[in-house]
């Protein structure tokens, strides 16, 4: 179980899209359709802001989408703001009742 | 309105076991509805899955620490337990617990984090 890929930091000015890829493998993000993703501010638990690949939980803003194409899921901000500067997280279910996280990528607002 | 709290020892000796303790107020852990994790986040690293714990379906390890961790609950004070055996420096980092979705797996809402430092 190796974790997903991630790029390890990103930027982009207020106002604009960008992208963080997630890749992994056809035994985890490839397999199921269970890819979440998560924003963590500095010294702050993890939040979910994506779940089930392309799902948005109540209240998070609809700035946030993913989508996912064979073993790489992708998580797309746009809109950038200042408050969006934070590391993100993917996540899958690998299979047998195990789970594997991305290593993280920090966005920067510019 | 689910609430998880972590709470255990900052400090613990090398070769030794790090103990943790994951209250959680406002929905019971015996409910099939939710499985519940433990996760952990080194200094300045990413994340890492540790282990999962299902009322209904048992409990479920990362295979690259399963010889070292076990996780529990007690029912009756609504908490699960950690325990990390022979511990060395790289095991020291934030260890948070959290809820997952029984079906979905993902992670909805976490405690706040426990830094532990593993060093003599």
């Known amino acids: 179980q190796s974790a997903l890929t991630q790029p390890a930091s990103v930027s982009g000015s207020p106002g604009q899209s960008i992208t963080i890829s997630c890749t992994g493998t056809s035994r985890d993000v490839g397999a199921y359709d269970l890819v979440s993703w998560y924003q963590q501010h500095p010294d702050k638990a993890p939040k979910l802001i994506i779940y089930e690949d392309t799902k948005r939980p109540s209240g998070v803003s609809n700035r946030f989408s993913g989508s996912k194409s064979g073993n790489t899921a992708s998580l797309t901000i746009s809109g950038l703001q200042a408050e969006d500067e934070a590391h993100y997280y993917c996540?899958?279910?690998?299979?047998?009742?195990?789970?594997?996280f991305g290593g993280g990528t920090r966005l920067t607002v510019l | 309105q689910v609430q998880l709290q972590e709470s255990g020892p900052g400090l613990v000796q090398p070769s030794e076991t790090l103990s943790l303790t994951c209250t959680v107020s406002g929905v019971s852990i015996s409910s099939s509805s939710y499985y519940w994790g433990w996760i952990r986040q080194p200094p300045g690293k990413g994340l890492e899955w540790i282990g999962s714990f299902s009322y209904a379906m048992g409990t479920f390890y990362n295979p690259s620490l399963k010889s070292r961790v076990a996780i529990s609950a007690d029912t009756s004070k609504n908490h699960l337990s950690l325990n990390l055996t022979s511990v060395t420096a790289a095991d020291t980092g934030v260890y948070f617990c959290?809820?997952?979705?029984?079906?979905?797996?993902?992670?909805?809402?976490w405690g706040q984090g426990n830094l532990v430092t593993v060093s003599s």
């Open positions: 996540s899958s279910f690998a299979g047998t009742k195990t789970w594997v």
């Open positions: 959290a809820r997952q979705h029984w079906l979905l797996y993902y992670f909805d809402s």
